[in-house]
Nanobody, 132 residues
Framework: QVQLVESGGGSVQAGGSLRLSCVASGYTYSPNCMSWFRQAPGKEREGVAALYTGGGSKHYADSVKGRFTIFKDNAKNTVYLQMNSLKPEDTAMYYC?????????????????????????WGQGTQVNVSS
């Protein structure tokens, strides 16, 4: 059973940075599609970024392109989301999610978007608050 544990959330002012971490464990075969979603109160869960670890392809939501970076440290079984130039609208609960390539193949190919329903493994979430 894949287990995901996020950390790194907190409160920052607009323009600041945070780095979220997601440690994966409990698997025999590592899921090769790692992603970050976020959900603000009253809003739908939004796919923010994804990484296909098999080839390195990445996907970013338009709202975070140029500001957020997803990357993985294989030695630590950890996926990170580096968030720079944060805006108040980035305030949300951030979730790490994992599954296999089929969950993100259209997104990383640039022909689709992430759907939270395609991911079977989720962390508990970490809160990010950005003040103006």
């Amino acid at each position: 059973q894949v287990q995901l544990v996020e950390s790194g959330g907190g409160s920052v002012q607009a323009g600041g940075s945070l780095r979220l971490s997601c440690v994966a464990s409990g698997y025999t075969y590592s899921p090769n599609c790692m992603s970050w979603f976020r959900q603000a109160p009253g809003k739908e869960r939004e796919g923010v970024a994804a990484l296909y670890t098999g080839g390195g392809s990445k996907h970013y939501a338009d709202s975070v392109k140029g500001r957020f970076t997803i990357f993985k440290d294989n030695a630590k079984n950890t996926v990170y989301l580096q968030m720079n130039s944060l805006k108040p609208e980035d305030t949300a609960m951030y979730y790490c999610a994992a599954d296999w390539y089929r969950a993100c193949h259209t997104a990383v190919a640039g022909i689709g978007s992430l759907k939270w329903t395609d991911f079977g493994y989720w962390g508990q979430g970490t809160q990010v608050n950005v003040s103006s």
